[in-house]
């Protein structure tokens, strides 16, 4: 998974991270940087394998951290779509996706998963392309499209001046920040209180959100945090397995994890 990342300074609108994969192939869980002992793509994946499998390791350079989705093609089709929550940093000066593959129904899948890759072959596995799809709303909550980056010019000071102003004067805000971050370690990470067997009223997982149509809910999840006392979730299979914290806790509490198998 090599490849410099390509100059983008023709580029305009919004684009789409384009990830050219090649066969599947073993690679050493004790050499790769994200323990996988395979990587690529095989028409026998899945959608979970496929995520898994590929979501690194990749040059992506501070461009792509301007972006929401990107595509995974094998072969000149697109086989699956990815919305990034965000990309970090993995040895090697590489990085990987966090985030979640996207179904049926959502706009972007539909768009072009299954459908001829967008942008012409390179050698390059990671390409850029501009995309209808791929506008975010601006992160003040104005609601406006925006093709580059996360804010709309000047609308970052005003998200920020409007969270400071809820907390009161700008030494009010320093010190209910300096409350919550506590030696640079984040003091409002969230606590496991239960997982049970899903039997409350949400019908959308907690975890993934809407657009990721998780289904079926499997655990009602009740947390804890620096925000709140209790805080009621309802999750996937997928997060119970896949969420260190629940692994942890379910390893931490047999009885209830042989509950959460029985239903």
Not at 119 to 140: D, K, L
Not at 197 to 216: E, F, I, L
């Amino acid at each position: 998974m090599q490849g410099k990342e390509p100059c983008l300074s023709s580029y305009g609108g919004a684009l789409m991270i384009h990830i050219t994969l090649g066969p599947m192939r073993y690679v050493s869980p004790k050499e790769d940087q994200l323990g996988r002992d395979h990587v690529g793509w095989d028409p026998n994946m899945d959608d979970e394998a496929l995520f898994r499998a590929n979501r690194g390791c990749w040059v992506l350079g501070e461009r792509a951290d301007r972006e929401q989705f990107a595509l995974l093609s094998a072969q000149g089709v697109v086989r699956q779509a990815i919305e990034i929550d965000r990309l970090v940093a993995v040895p090697g000066g590489r990085r990987a996706i966090e985030g979640r593959f996207l179904e049926a129904g959502h706009p972007v899948h539909d768009a072009y998963v299954g459908k001829p890759q967008p942008v012409e072959p390179t050698r390059n596995p990671v390409t850029y392309f501009e995309s209808p799809h791929a506008a975010r709303e601006c992160g003040c909550g104005c609601g406006a499209p925006v093709t580059l980056g996360w804010f709309l010019p000047g609308h970052d000071q005003k998200a920020l001046h409007d969270r400071v102003a809820r907390i009161g004067t700008v030494r009010e805000f320093i010190d209910w920040f300096d409350r919550v971050y506590t030696d640079g370690e984040r003091a409002m990470a969230s606590r496991i209180l239960s997982i049970a067997p899903h039997a409350n009223a949400k019908d959308t997982c907690s975890a993934h959100g809407v657009a990721a149509r998780c289904t079926p809910l499997v655990a009602d999840v009740v947390l804890s945090d620096a925000g709140s006392e209790r805080v009621e979730w309802a999750v996937c299979a997928r997060w119970t397995r896949e969420n260190p914290d629940a692994v942890a806790w379910l390893e931490g509490h047999p009885d209830a994890a042989a509950l959460l198998n029985a239903s």
